[in-house]
């Protein structure tokens, strides 16, 4: 569009992001008119949050509506968690409401008087017709978007349902605080969300899993008995008053997600383009701040189709970010009944922490004394002891801090006879020399043809296992009160295989081995070989395998000893529906597929020293439809447990090559949160963890009791060790060896 030029807008639904959208394109010059099919007055909902970012892009753009919007708001600091009676109440937190009919008043205004086109109670026409009849069309139509619907061949939407049942509904007063309180009923647990939007009255929702829902008879309620049993539920919360609806009804959640937002000259805005769920109170601000992005597009760029890729290219990952963070937080009150047996504040901090936007050391700014509360329960010694940094004993061992280095394949074994030698020397040295209370070996094979590649090291020749004493010598020599645990494992059907730079999972090209699984079923059809269903002697020989790696281990001066039952490899083979396909005992139900696990944990515990703990990685899913449920990862956790496993390492993936992961920051947390949460036995999380914060955040809400870092410590070796200087801790858990002493403070940068 040449600079200057106007164009005809037309805006399909006068929700707060439509009208918004609709009143700064107007400003810009701009004929724009927007089709509501519902009269003016009516609304949805009650009252509507916006966060001080939201209102400080509204400000800069358009100085008359946040002046409007600015005199409305009702503003509050603190949020308070009711926990089974007891109340406790963080500060600094910093919210703003008003009324939802109020903001849409003061957006008509704002519409009428810069001239846009407001067609009430007129549904509008089909994107097709507006598309050939204006230059730029904004579908801001919602959740349940005809224009998503009738262009989804282009835009390829993703509509995915939560678990729970909620209903918006509020009460005639304003609530001191933002309020989050559970009930625990005969049914199961029930939850409230409420918060003030203006002097006398508050938005409340309730919500609940679908199955207390139904157990409850709310499906079989109208809105007025849904709103009074919800008041009875809830009568102390809200002082005996009652509660109201608004053509309320139960919903569950759907998260709205597009391949595409734009279609020609037709763009999606808000809930049509993306949801995000309630409880991180999201849907007006994501709609206002597409509306600000979409303008300032528009302005910016030459043409239609120029400013629809700049607004989609700019709103993309903000969105993204959130939609995790809120898919984070529904999952958290989807599993809420796991948490209400925590203690009250750590109840509370996990609460607070669900979505892992608010951390440990955020919370700490805002409400210092709260979260120095939480430490103290959770057990640091004192106030300058950062959670992370708290010692855990497991059996006769006592780790100093809370960070392990994970196992990583180094694949570094020279001349294909799994011997470790001075990389393995130094890069585990180097590790144990950085501050961590854990360090983990790569997997470690049982046998020749229990190796991944050519490069991976093993215990089972006497050279291995000195070369490995000659290691761990060095470690507790050199780092004195550092762990260093071996992880024992077998490749089963990925072995064989190239080194990880020469081609990921591809076959050697010569040289290669038979490999062996549960079923004759290869990693990758038509690329990987296709492994040999192991018979019953072959099961005796792979449990002593294992038995005789674990003596040579202890032998070597190991402090702990993991068994590796995740990532697809052999054991983790048999656990997986997927990969086990066997009609014996060893296959079937999960019982079944447990057994031959189950039978080398045996063996191993029992010739592994019985003051030397032991672990379990597994994969918690398999990121892959007929795969390890949820379920299922605790009932194999309970397994291993209930057999003497001292910590469960929780993992996920890497069982079939058509997994689809669900990336993000710390995204295999709730996994081992879950088995945590469910079984009381201490869990080692995973999973792009990646700093300090993160640790101590995943520690004080209960959902690890040790952390498992990877890629970090491949970046800096000392990542524990300037953690602790990061957050000023000079104490025991996170000495610095005396050669480094000098390089405890981080330098000086520049002339600075």
């Known amino acids: 569009m040449p600079a200057g030029s106007a164009l005809r807008v037309a ?107 407001l067609r009430f109670r007129t549904p509008a026409p089909a994107a097709a017709v507006l598309a050939a009849s204006y ?49 625990e009923t005969e049914h199961g647990v029930m939850q409230l969300h409420a918060y003030p939007y203006s002097a006398d009255a508050s938005t409340v929702i309730v919500e609940m899993h679908e199955t207390v829902w139904r157990a409850a008879g709310f499906d079989m309620c109208d809105e007025a008995e849904s709103a009074a049993r919800c008041a009875k539920i809830f009568g102390e919360a809200l002082r005996g008053r009652p509660l109201h609806g608004n053509r309320s009804a139960w919903t569950e959640f759907r998260t709205v997600a597009n391949e595409r937002w734009s279609h020609g000259n037709v763009v999606l805005l808000g809930d049509a383009a993306h949801t995000a769920h309630f409880s991180i109170g999201s849907g007006t601000k ?148 950085g501050g961590a209370a854990l360090v983990m070996t790569e997997m470690v094979c049982v046998s020749p043809e229990g190796r991944i590649t050519p490069g991976c090291t093993g215990l089972y020749t006497s050279e291995q296992a000195a070369a490995w004493t000659r290691i761990a010598d060095f470690v507790h020599t050199s780092a004195p009160g550092t762990a260093l645990g071996v992880q024992l494992g077998h490749s089963g059907r990925k072995g064989s295989t190239r080194r990880m730079w020469e081609g990921m999972d591809d076959p050697l090209p010569e040289g290669n081995w038979p490999v062996v699984a549960p079923s004759e079923l290869p990693y990758r059809p038509g690329v990987s070989a296709v492994p040999r269903a192991l018979t ?61 696990p189950l039978e080398v944990f045996d063996a191993v515990r029992a010739v ?30 309970a397994a291993f447990a209930a057999h003497g496993a001292d910590a469960i390492d929780v993992s996920t993936g890497q069982v079939v090559a058509e997994e689809r992961p669900e990336y993000g920051r710390s995204y295999q947390t709730p996994y081992a949160d879950r088995i945590r949460n469910a079984l009381g036995v201490p869990v080692i999380a995973v999973g792009a963890i990646s700093s300090w914060d993160d640790v101590n955040s995943l520690l004080l809400a209960g959902r690890a009791d040790l952390c498992a870092v990877g890629r970090p410590h491949l970046y800096d070796p000392h990542w524990t060790l300037h953690a602790a200087a990061d957050q000023s801790y000079e104490g025991p858990a996170a000495p610095w060896p005396a050669p480094y002493r000098a390089g405890s403070r981080k330098p000086p940068a520049g002339r600075g």
Request: net charge negative.
């Open 536 to 596: 019953a002697a072959d099961l005796a020989s792979i449990r002593s395998d294992f038995a005789a790696a674990a003596v040579r281990a202890a032998g070597c001066g190991f402090d702990l000893l993991e068994l590796h039952c995740a990532h697809g490899y052999l054991l983790s083979g048999f656990l997986s529906p997927l990969t086990n396909h066997r009609t014996d005992a060893y296959g079937g139900p999960l019982e079944n597929r447990l057994r031959f």
């Open 135 to 183: 230059d730029l069309v904004v579908a801001a139509d919602g959740v349940h978007s005809a224009t998503r619907q009738s262009g989804a061949a282009h835009f390829r939407p993703t509509l995915t349902s939560g678990h729970c049942r909620y209903i918006w509904l509020a009460a005639d007063f304003a609530f001191d605080a933002f309020r989050f309180e559970i009930a």
């Open 286 to 433: 994501l709609a206002v701040e597409d509306a600000l992005a979409l303008a300032e597009a528009v302005a910016a760029e030459p043409d239609v189709p120029a400013a629809l890729a700049a607004y989609e290219a700019a709103r993309r990952p903000a969105v993204a970010s959130t939609q995790r963070a809120a898919a984070a937080s529904m999952r958290w009150f989807e599993e809420i009944a796991g948490y209400v047996d925590q203690p009250a504040r750590q109840f509370a901090f996990n609460l607070l922490t669900r979505s892992r936007r608010v951390t440990h050391d955020n919370l700490r700014l805002r409400d210092e004394r709260f979260t120095r509360a939480v430490e103290r329960d959770f057990g640091c010694p004192d106030e300058h002891t950062p959670p992370m940094f708290t010692p855990l004993k497991l059996r006769g061992l006592t780790l100093r801090n809370r960070v392990v280095v994970s196992p990583m394949d180094m694949y570094c074994a020279q001349g294909g006879d799994g011997v470790p030698g001075d990389f393995h020397l130094v890069h585990l040295g180097a590790r144990a020399l």
């Open 11 to 117: 805006v399909v639904g006068g929700g707060p992001g439509g009208l918004y959208a609709a009143a700064l394109l107007a400003r810009q010059g701009h004929t724009v008119e927007v089709w509501e099919r519902n009269a003016p007055d009516d609304t949805f909902g009650f009252g509507v949050v916006l966060s001080d970012e939201t209102l400080g892009g509204i400000e800069q753009a358009d100085t008359a509506v946040y002046a409007a919007l600015g005199a409305e708001f009702v503003r509050w600091d603190d949020i308070d968690i009711v926990h089974r009676g007891r109340l406790l109440t963080s500060g600094g937190h910093g919210f703003a409401a008003l009324g939802r009919r109020r903001l849409l008043e003061i957006l008509h205004e704002r519409c009428a008087g810069l001239g846009v086109g």
């Open 608 to 637: 592994w020293p019985a003051d030397r703990p032991m672990t379990v990685r597994i994969s918690a899913t398999d990121w892959a439809p007929g795969g390890t449920s949820a379920q299922d990862a605790v009932d194999i956790a």
